[in-house]
């Protein structure tokens, strides 16, 4: 029975670990669509986020069957339950990718960024490259303390956001209303990326160690 | 056994509706904070955001402890992960009202919507009132046709939304960036609520009818 268990949550972990490796693909393409205007990245991120989405039921139905054969309880039960949330925070994530996608797609062949923007959204991307490696690899071998760099990735996506708001309401903005509402959405979709990375991370830490993980997802943008 | 079932789950249904109606009142607050620049409003949802949060663990903790001392199989036990998903949403909908009441809050004491989109938000917020009416109601007396309602009501939030962007984007919008910000950060808080609304529906009506329920949160909104 605990052989068996064991083995059935190494195949949730390993789902896990395919959501994390897509969600990050997800949000590299959904990002070379924005700054690059690359119709055909934005439509692979929207295509995949269907496999994003059935990796998510098969976690749901994986747990479903073990829940229901091994009946867990104490700690065991709550590896699992842990898991479903870890698996909505991907799913989510790959939800916020999609969204910078079809951003880009909705201005192309227009960059749906200018030239002022580029730089900020190009260093909020790669901190969120940084973060969605690291899920990915603290799935696949807990480390506590990686995941616990997460919250200082997720301070630099903070500072980044808070940059962003300095160019779209300087006095010489150059854009219209459109622009800067899209420059404001695009900077949510990658701080809320970071968020629910922060809080998977969280909840991998609470797998590792047993310290409780916050119940909810922190929301901590300056535009909140 | 059984009777011990219905009586546990009796209790989760129940936090749910207590979420619920919470969430709905939260909403209110930020609506009247919003529209009123009424800070003891704004104030009112965001100290008790800390207690939807509170039910949430509450669920989850009923909802471990049931599934250790029940362990379920088959329906009961889809319909106690069910629960779960229903509580996720409603809790994020608890957060979505205090992202508005907190830009009502800084905007204080000038309103952070000006007269031209009173109207319009106004409106929204009568959506996200029904709306969470009647996911208190189906979650108290479950009702297939009550909780499909949901899916109409949040087609009129998403037109609503359309409306609110046809005049953040018009030629002569008076107010500055900030506003126009403001305006479509709110719209977005006020058209996820709805979204989670009916993803909570889609779950009751599963409850109910053991159709399947999407799996994902829809994100609908035009801005996306």
Redesign the interface.
């Known amino acids: 029975m605990r052989e068996e268990f064991r083995a059935d949550l190494h195949i949730v972990s390993q789902l896990l670990v395919d959501m994390a490796e897509a969600i990050r693909v997800a949000m590299q393409n959904a990002t070379r669509a924005l700054l690059r205007a690359d119709r055909e990245a934005a439509e692979t991120v929207i295509a995949r986020d269907a496999e994003i989405?059935l990796i998510?039921?098969q976690v749901?139905e994986r747990?479903?069957d073990l829940?229901?054969r091994q009946?867990?309880?104490?700690t065991d039960?709550?590896t699992v339950?842990t898991a479903?949330h870890i698996a909505?925070d991907l799913?989510?994530m790959g939800?916020l990718a999609?969204?910078v996608a079809?951003?880009a797609l909705r201005r192309h062949p227009s960059p749906a960024v200018p030239a002022e923007l580029r730089g900020v959204f190009g260093q909020m991307a790669a901190v969120a490259d940084r973060i969605a490696e690291k899920i990915a690899g603290v799935l696949s071998k807990p480390d506590a303390d990686l995941a616990a760099e997460l919250d200082r990735d997720d301070d630099a996506m903070d500072d980044l956001h808070r940059d962003l708001f300095a160019v779209?309401?300087s006095d010489d903005?150059p854009y219209g209303?459109?622009t800067?509402?899209d420059g404001?959405?695009l900077g949510?979709f990658y701080e809320r990326y970071a968020d629910h990375a922060v809080n998977a991370g969280r909840h991998v830490v609470y797998l590792i160690t047993g310290e409780t993980a916050a119940?909810?997802?922190t929301?901590t943008g300056p535009?909140?």
Chains 1, 2 share one sequence.
């Open positions: 989405d998510y039921r749901e747990v479903a829940l229901a009946a867990p309880v104490a039960l709550r339950i479903l909505a799913e989510r939800d999609e969204h079809k951003t779209l309401l903005w209303m459109e800067g509402i404001a959405l949510r119940a909810t997802t929301d535009v909140e």
